[in-house]
């Protein structure tokens, strides 16, 4: 009883409480420098010399940025030492630094061949790209040093990265856009509605550089500090305390203080069997496919027709399905801190759910610049609660099925997940690239943009 003490006081308490807060703020460097990027695609386009095809640029670059994680695999592969710690910090240094770099510099233009581009625009947006692309293969296959509890802490932070942006950009106002009014017949006609910025785009990253920079000091903490390493692999030791008591003990002989949370789970039909840790084949293969679906959806398919399917009813309404669906985000994982699922059928249910609002955003997206409903409230109602649904569902279920595998015994499971959630979000957002751009399926009233 005296080694239970000893393990639970190090595990618990203040330090086991500012863990949590350390990882959440390492998860948060996942993505919110491509986030922070896009969320600022509307006033970068004012002064890059790609104007609106801004975004389109963008897109390539990220996709270029999915070859670190490829060369990573093969290294992988061919059982090439890896040291993840170290990786990791050059990929936080290298971000943090190419978002302070693009602060001061994201309006620079270069000649090429008589043509200007943002070409450092372009190199600063690979590099933010890179740590967003190895946090599927490389992030969070290192938590499996952690406990499980702390995955959850992981994602909240990665939700974050979305959430920060937005509202900062909210704050700092739209600038200079325009509104469009879709009367009879599908005549556009454009109204200007222009007011200045709060702050320039300059401040805004600066924010975002503050943002990396303090992740990147969680992790060297949490990788680093003394007081840290001594708790990393205290629950194994508690694990192995508990395994020298006696068979018949309950949990009542348990500190209390190891338990304080209560996990709820909707069981029945559960994936395990005989409460073991191993999946049959077809049931990971199951998991995977579904991973992969929500991730070529959430990832790049919807936010890349979101434009589309939100803009007919309004700058208010996009504006708003987008900072809400942010916030859905940390807040469903804050949800499955405490309600598990290990039912197949929840799960299916779940997935149909999305499948059904999904489906009727894209229908919105297809019938633009004029969907059912456009200029009634009960039409921006709609859009803002489906996209914000939409995107609560999707993470809460990306995260049980990463939950599920985190409590396998399969070797490097969480590895083969981050490939399949990386090769579904970049299936997506190509797949939805080449449909806006080179098919008439998606179309927006040209006087609006």
Same mark, same amino acid.
């Given at each position: 009883?005296?080694?239970?003490?000893?393990?639970?006081?190090?595990?618990?308490?203040?330090?086991?409480?500012?863990?949590?807060?350390?990882?959440?703020?390492?998860?948060?460097s996942?993505?919110?420098?491509? $986030?922070?990027?896009?969320?600022?695609? @509307?006033?970068? #386009?004012?002064?890059?010399? %790609?104007?609106?095809a801004?975004?389109? +640029?963008?897109?390539?670059?990220?996709?270029?940025?999915?070859?670190?994680?490829?060369?990573?695999?093969? /290294?992988?592969?061919?059982?090439?030492?890896?040291? %993840?710690?170290?990786?990791?910090?050059?990929?936080?240094?290298s971000?943090?630094?190419?978002?302070?770099?693009?602060?001061?510099? +994201?309006?620079?233009?270069t000649?090429?061949?008589?043509?200007?581009?943002?070409?450092?625009?372009?190199?600063?947006?690979?590099?933010?790209?890179?740590?967003?692309?190895?946090?599927?293969?490389?992030?969070?296959?290192?938590?499996?040093?952690?406990?499980?509890?702390?995955?959850?802490?992981?994602? =909240?932070?990665?939700?974050?990265?979305?959430?920060? @942006?937005?509202?900062?950009?909210?704050?700092?106002g739209?600038?200079?856009?325009? $509104?469009?009014?879709?009367?009879?017949?599908?005549t556009?006609?454009?109204?200007?509605?222009?007011?200045?910025?709060?702050f320039?785009?300059?401040?805004?990253?600066?924010?975002?550089?503050?943002? /990396?920079?303090?992740?990147?000091?969680?992790?060297?903490?949490? %990788?680093?500090?003394?007081?840290?390493?001594? #708790?990393?692999?205290?629950?194994?030791? =508690?694990?192995?305390?508990?395994?020298?008591?006696?068979?018949?003990?309950?949990?009542?002989?348990?500190?209390?203080?190891?338990?304080?949370?209560?996990?709820?789970?909707?069981?029945?039909?559960?994936?395990?069997?005989d409460?073991s840790? +191993?999946?049959?084949?077809?049931?990971?293969?199951?998991?995977?496919?579904?991973?992969?679906?929500?991730?070529?959806?959430?990832?790049?398919?919807?936010?890349?027709?979101?434009?589309?399917?939100?803009?007919?009813?309004?700058?208010?309404?996009?504006?708003?399905?987008?900072?809400?669906?942010?916030?859905?985000?940390?807040?469903?994982? /804050?949800?499955?801190?405490?309600?598990?699922?290990t039912?197949?059928?929840?799960?299916?249910?779940?997935?149909?759910?999305?499948?059904i609002?999904?489906? +009727?955003?894209?229908?919105?997206?297809?019938?633009?610049?004029?969907?059912?409903?456009?200029?009634?409230?009960?039409?921006?109602?709609?859009?803002?609660?489906?996209?914000? /649904?939409?995107?609560?569902?999707?993470?809460?279920?990306?995260?049980?099925?990463?939950?599920?595998?985190?409590?396998?015994?399969?070797?490097?499971?969480?590895?083969?997940?981050?490939?399949?959630?990386?090769?579904?979000?970049?299936?997506?957002?190509?797949?939805?690239?080449?449909?806006i751009?080179?098919?008439?399926?998606? %179309?927006?009233?040209?006087?609006?943009v």
């Amino acid at each position: 009883m005296t080694d239970i003490t000893q393990v639970s006081e190090i595990c618990n308490g203040k330090t086991y409480i500012i863990k949590h807060f350390l990882i959440m703020l390492f998860g948060i460097s996942a993505w919110i420098g491509i $986030n922070g990027i896009f969320i600022q695609t @509307p006033v970068l #386009i004012n002064t890059s010399p %790609e104007g609106w095809a801004l975004p389109a +640029y963008l897109i390539l670059v990220i996709q270029a940025a999915n070859f670190g994680p490829f060369l990573y695999t093969i /290294l992988q592969y061919f059982q090439c030492k890896i040291n %993840e710690p170290w990786w990791i910090l050059c990929l936080l240094v290298s971000g943090t630094a190419a978002m302070g770099f693009l602060s001061f510099f +994201y309006s620079e233009k270069t000649i090429i061949a008589d043509n200007e581009y943002s070409l450092v625009l372009f190199i600063l947006t690979f590099f933010n790209a890179l740590v967003g692309c190895f946090s599927s293969v490389l992030f969070m296959p290192h938590l499996r040093n952690f406990n499980e509890k702390f995955l959850t802490s992981y994602f =909240i932070g990665e939700g974050l990265s979305g959430v920060l @942006p937005s509202i900062v950009a909210l704050i700092q106002g739209i600038g200079n856009t325009s $509104n469009c009014a879709i009367l009879k017949n599908n005549t556009c006609i454009e109204s200007s509605d222009s007011f200045d910025l709060n702050f320039s785009p300059n401040e805004y990253f600066l924010f975002i550089f503050i943002i /990396l920079f303090l992740s990147l000091t969680s992790f060297a903490i949490l %990788e680093y500090s003394p007081i840290f390493q001594n #708790i990393k692999q205290c629950h194994n030791s =508690i694990s192995t305390v508990f395994s020298r008591q006696p068979t018949n003990a309950t949990h009542d002989n348990y500190p209390n203080n190891v338990q304080k949370v209560k996990h709820y789970s909707l069981g029945g039909n559960s994936f395990f069997c005989d409460d073991s840790k +191993y999946l049959s084949k077809h049931t990971r293969n199951y998991l995977f496919t579904l991973l992969a679906i929500f991730c070529f959806l959430s990832n790049g398919f919807f936010p890349s027709i979101q434009s589309y399917s939100c803009l007919p009813y309004g700058s208010i309404a996009y504006k708003l399905s987008i900072t809400f669906a942010q916030f859905a985000n940390p807040l469903v994982c /804050l949800l499955a801190f405490w309600l598990k699922i290990t039912n197949i059928k929840v799960i299916n249910y779940l997935s149909i759910i999305c499948l059904i609002i999904g489906s +009727y955003v894209t229908y919105l997206a297809l019938m633009s610049p004029s969907p059912p409903l456009q200029t009634t409230n009960l039409g921006i109602f709609l859009i803002i609660v489906s996209w914000t /649904l939409l995107t609560g569902f999707i993470s809460y279920l990306k995260l049980i099925i990463v939950s599920i595998f985190r409590n396998t015994e399969f070797p490097n499971i969480l590895f083969y997940a981050g490939i399949i959630m990386q090769i579904g979000s970049a299936s997506g957002a190509i797949l939805s690239f080449i449909i806006i751009n080179f098919t008439n399926y998606f %179309e927006i009233c040209d006087s609006c943009v």
